[in-house]
């Protein structure tokens, strides 16, 4: 009884997570990203790989109360992923990895943590069972997998807010989540531009984390979160070198102390209030000068 054996370079959920992973890391240290022109290779409409990554994200982004409804998608997927050319997604897959390799280090590319690994290797799993017709796996397993995909189908499903801020990526390149990690870049540019600044590295790392959490909107909700007892505290120590005559700086302070207040009871963290944290992290950059100079 043959078992099954996930495999990082293979699994083409993985391959895209890594790609958009590393676009972000070195967009973020503002070098030209060789994994963007990967994603538009390999990923680009047409492509064996773009088929298949397709299916994954049928599997890992739609939800349903439904347990049947939830049976019926997962078997048509899997009906769809029977329908691909193996020979060029193999071969594709093949090119991909041999390009990353002569790019990046390969085995910190893929050391990066995938917080929906689990469900990318169930999906990876449960595509191979299809194909490995000759073989007698072991049922268990298979059903393991079949489990784990099921449930990231049926749970509760937290209904989208229409944000039309005008910091927004979707403003710009449309649905698609491939072009949204592929036009991050737009997003800081726009900041920057807006209040004619640099990003400092408190505003990276949150921007980071929100390209990070497109898989996951709990992702970011989580860590701004855990940041905002730590923004609290320290605004209002850097707070106390503000003379009570800078009443512009004085406003600004307690409008953001009740934005602060107001996001931590929120259940998912939007573009608005990502856009409200970088003008949180202005205005500490303000404070922090007027205490260098006293």
């Not at 994603?39 to 049928?58: D, Q």
């Not at 073989?135 to 990231?152: F, H, R």
């Not at 959490?213 to 707070?239: A, C, F, G, R, W």
Request: glycine share 2%; proline share 2%; net charge positive.
């Amino acid at each position: 009884m043959s078992s099954i054996k996930h495999s990082k370079y293979k699994n083409t959920g993985v391959l895209f997570e890594l790609l958009a992973r590393q676009i972000t890391e070195d967009t973020l240290n503002d070098k030209e990203s060789i994994a963007a022109s990967y994603v538009r290779k390999y990923f680009k409409k047409g492509t064996e790989l773009n088929k298949e990554y397709l299916l994954y994200k049928i599997l890992t982004e739609n939800k349903t109360s439904d347990i049947n409804k939830a049976e019926r998608l997962l078997n048509e997927v899997i009906k769809q992923r029977k329908k691909l050319n193996n020979s060029s997604l193999k071969k594709q897959k093949y090119n991909l990895i041999k390009d990353i390799k002569e790019s990046y280090i390969l085995e910190d590319f893929f050391n990066a943590k995938i917080m929906n690994y689990k469900l990318l290797a169930s999906i990876y799993k449960i595509f191979e069972s299809e194909l490995l017709t000759e073989s007698v796996l072991n049922p268990i397993e298979v059903l393991g997998a079949k489990e784990t995909i099921l449930e990231s189908l049926c749970s509760t499903a937290k209904p989208k807010e229409e944000v039309k801020d005008e910091f927004s990526i979707e403003n710009y390149v449309g649905d698609d989540k491939e072009l949204l990690l592929l036009s991050y870049k737009i997003l800081v540019e726009k900041f920057n531009k807006k209040y004619e600044t640099t990003l400092i590295p408190e505003q990276k790392m949150l921007l980071r984390e929100y390209i990070y959490s497109v898989s996951n909107d709990n992702l970011l909700t989580e860590y701004v979160k855990k940041q905002i007892p730590i923004m609290k505290k320290e605004i209002e120590t850097l707070s106390k070198n503000v003379d009570p005559k800078e009443k512009v700086i004085n406003i600004k302070i307690k409008e953001l102390s009740t934005d602060l207040n107001n996001i931590l009871t929120e259940n998912k963290i939007t573009e608005n209030h990502l856009v409200k944290l970088l003008k949180y992290y202005e205005l500490l950059k303000e404070l922090k000068k007027l205490g260098e100079t006293k």
